[in-house]
């Protein structure tokens, strides 16, 4: 075996899945989520391939063929306390692709689920949040950043609530029998009352970037390529887009800088008060806490940082889980940020804060020449920045 990441059971002497095709029946009332994935490999490969889960129950894989064959597996025995546990699948000779099937633990990592009496809506809620490594806890994948992956992803809800995905927004449909490749059975699949929300992501990411959320969802254009979606009513809507009522000039400025933006929207989902995180840059679509409208226009700091994570960490990403340090301190975020920031005029703790950051990387001397490198790269990617990540290969073999 080669390691390629102390945090991950990805074997570098093997191909990693570059395309997922996920289909997932959200089931509320236990938490839990039906899953099929349809896995494809970066190049054919036999015998032994690993991936990482975590408390995931694997009901099946097998062959992509139209008479699928079963492909043996085991998960591992014990679960590391990190890694979480290795399944090993014993691949027919030049495979491709393959199906699995599984279920999410009521205690995945990456989930939160809510019920309810907690949110504004009075409808159930689910969020994912990925980084750094909890992305296995949702489907079995490679879960370090420079396994990157094309997506798509079916999300099966009931009628009443919405999703949205770090992904392009496809359709809103019925649900059909062929659609989920086992995760469920076709009548709990297409029961009454259930619509699927489909998405596509055809820009390559790092796993870590997978993101979803269902609720009750409304949304507020704020620009021609920006959107504010957020549970809660039309108040909570209404105080979101005058909070982020700049966030297309801060686009316009961050191209301006860096060149054009690649992700096409940035839309911004304002989360239930249990996330975790004051943002995520999740691609696309943002993650934020609700804490951050104030009524003042001061939680722009909060979306130049995620921003500004669109040229630094989701176009040029970390090769490992071990430097995700990389992506928060780059000099050039802090250019960025300190840049957008001062459209709202309150960035002064937060400008102190990064540099309180940068100031501590640079004590640790022996991190300089990764720290000069990533710059570097990220510098020379900026006069052909023109190109998608997905389709400059420049983009993800650069990572560090
Ligand atoms: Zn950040």
Redesign the pocket.
Known sequence: MAPVDPHSYTDGAHPVVSRAALAFYLDFAASTIHASALLTLSAPHSGDLLLDTRALAVHSASTDADTPEPIPFSLAAAADPVLGTALTLTLPPDTVSFRLTFSTSPAASALQWLAPPQTASAQPFVFSQCQSIHARSIFPCHDTPAARITFSLLLNVPEQLSAVASARHVARRDPLPSDHRGACDDELWCAPGRIVEEFQMEQSVPPYLFAFAAGGIGSRDLGPRTRVYAEGGDKVLDEAAREFAGVEEMVKVGEGLFGPYEWERFDLLVLPPSFPYG???NPRMVFLTPTVIKGDAAGAQVVA??L??SWT?NLITNKTNEDFWL??VSGL?LLLVWSLSAFTLQSVVFLKIQCGSLYGMFHTVSYIPYYVEYLTLLLAYQPIGTACCSSKPACVSCSL
């Open positions: 943002g995520m840059e940082h995620e500004a994570h960490g992506n928060e975020t």
